[in-house]
């Protein structure tokens, strides 16, 4: 992999998801500690990338942003 394609993987996992206003939208509804997904073509990319499991019914989880993703983003940067 180059040096740009981990930056942009590393800038996917730094980009938070917006949980709530995603929910506000109709994108997604929190079920318990999972999400359904309503619309998935209105689910930003990034989110898409951060999906970590699946179940039935369109029943997803998503991995949290971390700040070593972004201390990455910030060295390849430069």
Do not use: C
Not at 34 to 40: A, E, N, Q, S
Not at 53 to 73: C, D, I, Y
Request: glycine share 8%; net charge positive; hydrophobic share 40%.
């Amino acid at each position: 992999m180059t040096k740009e394609g981990v930056l942009e993987k590393a800038k996917v996992l730094a980009t938070p998801i917006d949980i709530e206003g995603l929910i506000n939208d109709g994108v997604i509804e929190k079920k318990g500690a999972w999400y359904k997904i309503l619309d998935m073509e209105r689910l930003p990319s990034h989110a898409k990338d951060k999906i970590t499991e699946f179940a039935s019914g369109g029943m997803v989880k998503f991995s949290k942003t971390t700040k070593s993703a972004q201390k990455l983003v910030d060295k390849l940067s430069k």
